[in-house]
Every structure is written in structure tokens, then in C-alpha cells.
């Protein structure tokens, strides 16, 4: 655990204002090779890699001023309401980086955050919600060291998002992230996650996601119970080197260019996400009708065109259709006239590959 100390916050070198802000826009991100089960304090169990996106992101205000009391002290408003019902989560977040950042007792704290996601589209916002956190406490850190290396920054900023939601660790930075160790990945460790350290092929380059909206209601089991079900899960080991295999091989896909074999393993990866779902106990669906219906569609019309279209899935029932920005004109008409009526109330969202977070304030 040498590298988690170097996190530790050392003494300041400078001083920060009494008060003051600091906001970062941060991207939501939709796993390749997918992260699902985990040990330790949100270390994960296999290593996976992501698209960060661009269109789906969160923005997120810190103000800080100084305090008398050595607690964590919070207020947090989503879209201008005050929002009780989002402390426990936060809080959480706070006591685990305490040990990283340990100036944020001297502070009180107003959160302001929005994403621009409608909040109950199903699409998680832990992701881009806890980069967003971590890279203003990063600011905070930064104006207090202003020495800081950005390689610092970036690396202890994925480090603290990971502790609030382990797929956080890969919304601080793009196009591609790999987080978890793997003997391909220079540079990879549990601990955060870094930018794919190889040159990616022109077929990758402004990759679409549209994302279809098929159930916009709450998750019926959290993320954090499926991870836990993967402990003593009879399938696990070979998930988890399966996992790291796939990795390989996407890899090598988003260095060749090869669509075909990045189509294969990715809708692989998520259909096993989900059948590590299915196989649990308890055992749980988390698709709905309609997920499958998009499925069944996008491979019939894959079948007919020889299209370079793919689907993946999230921990939900919504279906995210990944395909090369030159062949957006016919795909994108091909989701809109035959897999819209699948969604809830028609509504999707147009997302490319982004390139990480923005620093606002
Ligand atoms: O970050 P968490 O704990 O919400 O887990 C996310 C898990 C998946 O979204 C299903 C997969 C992934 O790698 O993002």
C-alpha cells in the first residue's frame, strides 16, 4: 500500500482563503471490459476499461469556508434544492478521503451539483458525481501545494473518486481508461485509474454511444449489493480472469481498429455482467423486455447490413449502442425508426468518447 501513502496530505505550503469555490464538469463513462466485484476499500477484483463520455456529465460547485469545529461539515443542493437524501452517500465519501485530505475538517462545505442527465434516466451519476467531488477537493489541495504535478492531481483525484464509487476512478480522464492491474497496462494499479496507454486507431476516434432510455425508475438491487455478490459466487474466478483476458483483447482492438473483434467482446462483456446477475444468490434480472428487444433488433440489423454496431449495458436496463462516427447517418436512422418505440417515452441521448473533465472555477 506504498502508493495509497503518498496520497496522505502533507503540510500545507501555502495558505487558502478564508472561503472560496471551485467547480469541474466531469464526464460519465460506459465500461468496455466491465467492473463487478470488488475487496478491501473499493479495490476491484478485476481490472476494466471505459469510454468516457461527453454529452453526460455532472457540474459541481464546492464552496468552501473555514470552520472553527474539526468535523465534516456539509450542505448539498441538487438542481438548487437542498437534498438531505444525498448526505449519507457523500458523507461516506468524506470520511474515507479524510485520511487523504485531511484539511477538509477545517472546512464547511456547500455542494452544488446537476447533471446533464435528466436524474431519473437510470443512468448512474455516482460516476461523473464523485469525479466531480474529487477533483474540487484536488483544487483545494492544489492551492494549498501549488506545486503539485497535474500527473499528481490526476492520478490522487481518480484515487479519491474511487473511494466514493470504484467506476469514478475512470471518469477524470479520456478518451480511454484502465482501471485495475493488468501485465499489458503500464502503469495500471487498483488503486486509480489512468489513460489507455497505447495509440488509439482513427476507427475509435469520436466513437458514438447513444443511449437508449428503456426503464428511467430506480434500480431494484445497487451496485454495491451485486458487487458484494460476487464473493463465494461459483463462477467468480473464471469472471474475474476472463476479465483481464478481454482486456487484452480489447486492447488490441482499439489499437487495430479492428470492429469486428471489439464488437464480439464488448457485447460479451456485457452480457456477462449480466449473467453474473442471473447466477448470483440471490439472483437477480436487471434487463427488461424491451432491453432485449433492443438486442434482438441491433443484431438483426447487423445480420442484414454487416453494419459495425454494438450494444453494451450498465447495471440496468438501459442499452447503450456504440458505433463509428462515419457511420452515424445510417445507424442513427436505424434508431430512430426502429428501436425508439422501445424506449420510455422515446427518450435517448446522443453521447460520443469525451476527453475528461473540465476545470469551470
Ligand atoms: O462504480 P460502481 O460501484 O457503481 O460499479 C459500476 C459497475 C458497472 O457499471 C456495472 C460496471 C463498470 O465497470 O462501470
Known sequence: MSVALDFIFKAPMATLPEKGSFAWKTPSNIALVKYWGKYGMQLPKNPSISFTLDACFTLTTLEFKRKQSKEINFDIYFEGEKKDGFKPKIWQFFERIQQYASFIINYHFIIHTRNSFPHSSGIASSASGMAALSLCIMSMEKALNPTMTDDYFYKKASFLARLGS????????????????????????????????????????????????????????????????????????????QASKNLSLVSETLQNGGLDAFINIVESEALTLHAMMLTSHPYFILMKPNTLSIINKIWEYRAQTNAPICFTLDAGANVHILYPEKEKTRINQFI???????????????????FGAKQIL
Request: proline content about 5%; overall charge positive.
Open 166 to 241: 470504484g467506476s469514478a476512478s475512470r471518469s477524470i480522464e479520456g478518451p480511454v481508461v484502465v482501471w485495475g492491474k493488468h501485465q499489458d497496462m503500464k502503469g495500471s494499479n487498483d488503486l486509480y485509474g489512468i489513460p489507455f496507454p497505447f495509440t488509439i486507431h482513427k476507427n475509435f476516434k469520436n466513437f458514438h454511444d447513444t443511449i437508449l432510455l428503456v426503464d428511467k425508475g430506480e434500480k431494484q438491487v445497487s451496485s454495491t449489493i451485486g458487487h458484494n455478490l460476487m464473493v463465494n459466487h461459483p463462477f467468480a474466478k473464471e469472471r474475474f480472469n
Open 336 to 354: 430512430m425508426n426502429e428501436l425508439l418505440p422501445f424506449c420510455q417515452k422515446n427518450h435517448y441521448i446522443c453521447d460520443r468518447v469525451g
